[in-house]
Nanobody, 117 residues
Framework: VQLVESGGGLVQPGGSLRLSCAASGFAFAFSSYRMSWYRQAPGKERELVAALISTGGSTNYADSVKGRFTISRDNAKNTVYLQMNSLKPEDTAVYYC?????????WGQGTQVTVSS
């Protein structure tokens, strides 16, 4: 299983970014898995931002991002997205994609998001 994140960058407060996590090595459209986005800011622990369950498509979000971030997937592209709107400086962090699949966890390499004027 491989996960490759992209879409990070520098954005002004109030702006938007869409992160992508391209998955390979498993049957994305037909497997049972939990895909999550985590983030880690300097000097802080890694925290869960959003998650999506493949069966049923249920999602959940950290309180700090509810109403601003949306997790979604495109089975045709084997990709999970994190749409981030109304970004704040405190959203600055390295964002990681994680797949929980067949009792194992797989992580991507991370993508930097910086929110600053």
């Amino acid at each position: 299983v491989q996960l490759v994140e992209s879409g990070g960058g520098l954005v002004q407060p109030g702006g938007s970014l869409r992160l992508s996590c391209a998955a390979s090595g498993f049957a994305f459209a037909f497997s049972s898995y939990r895909m999550s986005w985590y983030r880690q800011a300097p000097g802080k622990e890694r925290e869960l931002v959003a998650a999506l369950i493949s069966t049923g498509g249920s999602t959940n979000y950290a309180d700090s991002v509810k109403g601003r971030f949306t997790i979604s997937r495109d089975n045709a592209k084997n990709t999970v997205y994190l749409q981030m709107n109304s970004l704040k400086p405190e959203d600055t962090a390295v964002y990681y994609c994680k797949a929980h699949l067949a009792f194992n966890d797989y992580w991507g390499q991370g993508t930097q998001v910086t929110v600053s004027s």
